[in-house]
Each structure stands twice: as C-alpha cells, then as structure tokens.
C-alpha cells in the first residue's frame, strides 16, 4: 500500500516543485485568472518581515477573508465586531477552499468567478490588513513583498495536494525542517494541527465555528468526505515527507 502512495505522491510532489519554483521566479501576476479555475493565493511580508504580530491581527485577518469577499463594498470599521459572522454579505466575489496565516504570509485556495471579482478581492483583503497594521505598529510603507502571486492549478493531483500543503504549513512552527528531518511524533504533530486555528485545517476536522462560512466546499472536488479522509491524506503526506 505504502509503494502505491509513495509512487502517487512523487508525481504530485514533482508536480508541486515545478509549480511553486515557476511561480517563485514570476514577482507578479501576468495573465487574467480563468473563469471557474483553481488558484493558490500567497504573498509574504516585504523582507520576509511579519504580517502578523498578535492573535488580534490574524483574528481581524480571518474576518476579512469573510467580509471582504463580496460584491458588496464593506468596511470593516463599520461593522459591530460581535456581528461580523451574523452579516449579510450578497453574492462572493471568489469561492474559498483553503487557508493558512503563518507569522509572515498567507495561502489562499479559490475558485475564480471572474477576473475582475478575484483581482477586487485580492485588492480588498491586502489594502485593509496594510492600512490597519501600519496605523497600528506606527509605520509606512510596503507590508507585502509585491503583488500577491497567483498559482494556477490545472491539474487535479496537484489540486489536491494544495489541501495538503496548505494545511501542513504550521508543521513548520514547531519543526523548520520537517521536511528533510524525520517527524519524531506524529501525534504531537497532528494535535498541534489541530489546535491551530489560523488555518482551515481546523475546519476540514470537523469542528464547528463561525470561521466555517469563510468556505464554500461545494465549489471544489469532494476529495475528504469526512474529517477522518481529511487526516488520512495529512498523515501519509507527513510519513511521505520523512
């Protein structure tokens, strides 16, 4: 069983340095997004810096990834903070399938609408988290490194793989090299997943929060039809990394 999984995950892995060192190499984004396409969304702080500084700062960004996806004009300021999840929003300008924030960036998983709605959203969410960090930590400037880059994923492996990569990005809070040294507990590991509620994984687990209406799963392949086929495919993504 474990040879299948590992000849599996070798042409996703590849497929997955490919994508990410193209993008890597592309600073900004070049082409329209595609109608009804997969993307991942990330961007970092300008020199590598943090975006994030307190839990207040990733809960505000949270409620963005809601608030901002509409297609109608919303300010944050203007909404009573105990209402944000109980808000009516209209119609999203994107559909979400993952996230993580991370110290010093974000993934985003989408499926595009148009171009138009997906550049406004992607607009929106980095122009609100600027202005609110620089007010807040007394600075100017750039908070991103440059335009959020854009990975298209039109390859259903790969697209799968995101929901993985994504999700096992806070392995590296705990173990930077995870990935080249072997995982010493995997529960450990998997219980600190869990307790991360930066990220979807929290979602994709089964755990009920107001954070779930950030998603919209319908829009994307019904790759874990329960929490368990979720942990199933983190854990032989964990045991295939080491």
Known sequence: MYQIIITIKTNIAYLAYLGHGYYNKRMTRQVPFVKGEYYHIYNRGTNKMRIFNSPIDYDRFIELLYLVNSEETMQYSDINKNEIWKTSKGESLVEIGAWC??????HILIK?????????????????????????????????????????????????????????????????KWK???????????????????????????????????????????????????????????????
């Open 180 to 242: 080249e040294n072997k995982i010493q507990n995997l529960d450990k590991t998997l219980k600190f997943l869990e307790k991360y509620s930066y990220s979807s994984y929290y979602d994709y687990s089964g755990n009920d929060r107001e954070e779930n209406k950030i998603l919209n799963r319908d829009e994307f392949p019904e790759y874990f039809i329960s929490p368990k086929d979720h942990l199933k495919e983190l854990k032989e993504w964990l045991i295939y990394e080491n």
């Open 112 to 176: 595009t609408k148009n171009d138009k709605s997906t550049s406004l959203f992607i607009q929106r969410l980095l122009t609100s988290h600027s202005k609110y960090f620089n007010i807040k930590y007394e600075r100017s400037g750039s908070l991103f490194q440059g335009k959020s880059k854009s990975e298209h994923l039109n390859n259903d492996r790969y697209l799968k793989y995101l929901f993985a990569y994504i999700h096992l990005n806070p392995v590296k809070s705990i173990n930077p």
């Open 101 to 106: 924030l991370m110290p010093n960036h974000f």
